[in-house]
Structures are given as C-alpha cells and as structure tokens.
C-alpha cells in the first residue's frame, strides 16, 4: 500500500467495521483485532477512492439514501487469521467461495463492501433475504426468481452494482453482490 489510510467518517461518509463490529460471528476476539492494530469500527481507505466515493454517496442521497461502507482496508495480517478462523468455523469448502485469500484486495485500500442506508429510516436496506444463506451473497443468486421479494433484492443489487461501476469500480472476483475493486 503506497499511499496513507484516511479514515471515510472525516469525509462525513457513513459506515463501520464489519469485523470490529461482528468479529465472534467469524471465530475472532476483540484482542485479536487489537493485536492486529484494529482499535476501533472506523471504516479506512485509500485517499483514491475518495472522490468516487463521495460522488456514489451524493448520487443515493438524491434518492433519500446514503452509501455505507461495511468494509475498506484490511490488513493481510487479518485475512489471514480471518481464513484460519473462517474454515474452522464453516470448512474450508464455504471460506474459499467468500474470502479472497490469494489477492487480498481488501489490503489494497482501493476495495470496498458497501450497502445502501435508508436515511429515513435511518437503517440498512437490505439487498438479499434473511435466511437465504451464504450462496445469496453472490450475485444473481436471485436472477430467475418471480418471487416479488426476491426480485426486489435483485433489482437493488443490479442498482447497487451499476451506481459502483459508473464510478470507477468493478464487481469482485468473487462477484459478491457488495464487494467492489476500484479500477481507474
């Protein structure tokens, strides 16, 4: 990583962790975050992105929404130990479809996770269906279906994917519905 982390809240961006914020969900301690030099759920990026960023956030806004981001920089000290603890607690089979362990973007600062926040409600609005599982995290998980519900999710994601793209951004190699890597 060549350039300095900037912290997304000093640019008045919403989100948090992701890990910071769930981290026993996925077989980790709060000290080994800490240990790992994590001391809080502010959301880090490159200076890069920022422009994009903010220019994705005012196009939500324009809609009563707001761009959140659940994930930025991550370190590969972390994905590393997030693997270990990922296929001990899934199988290595799971892990491997979600955590991209062998070009850890996240390290980068130029990737990203992001949701929509409804401002009015002032929560997530969410893109997949509780209860779904992990194979929902993947887009077009809900391409062929005429469930009103589950096209809704399809529609948001689609959205979702072409407001990031029309910015500088591509869908993952994992072509998680959420997870983008800049690429201007």
Known sequence: MTNELVPIKQ?????SSFY?????????????LVGL?????HVYVSPEIITAL???DKELQAKGWRLYL??????????ELLY??????????????????KDMKHASGLSVDVAIWDEVTNQEIYLRRPGDGPE???????????????KRCQELQEYLIDLMTKHGFQLGKKKEYFHFDYSK
Not at 11 to 15: E, K, N, Q, S, W
Not at 37 to 41: A, L, N, S, V
Not at 70 to 79: A, C, D, F, M, V
């Open 11 to 15: 640019y008045d961006l919403l989100g």
């Open 20 to 32: 910071w914020n769930r981290y026993s969900d996925y077989g980790l301690t709060r000290e080994d």
């Open 37 to 41: 030099g994590m001391t809080d759920d």
């Open 54 to 56: 903010l220019e994705i």
């Open 70 to 79: 659940k994930e930025g920089y991550r370190s590969k000290e972390l994905y």
């Open 84 to 101: 270990e603890r990922r296929v001990k607690k899934f199988g290595q089979e799971m892990t491997d479809k979600l955590l991209n362990i």
């Open 136 to 150: 929902s995290l993947i887009f077009g998980f809900y391409k062929n279906s005429a469930d009103p519900g589950d």
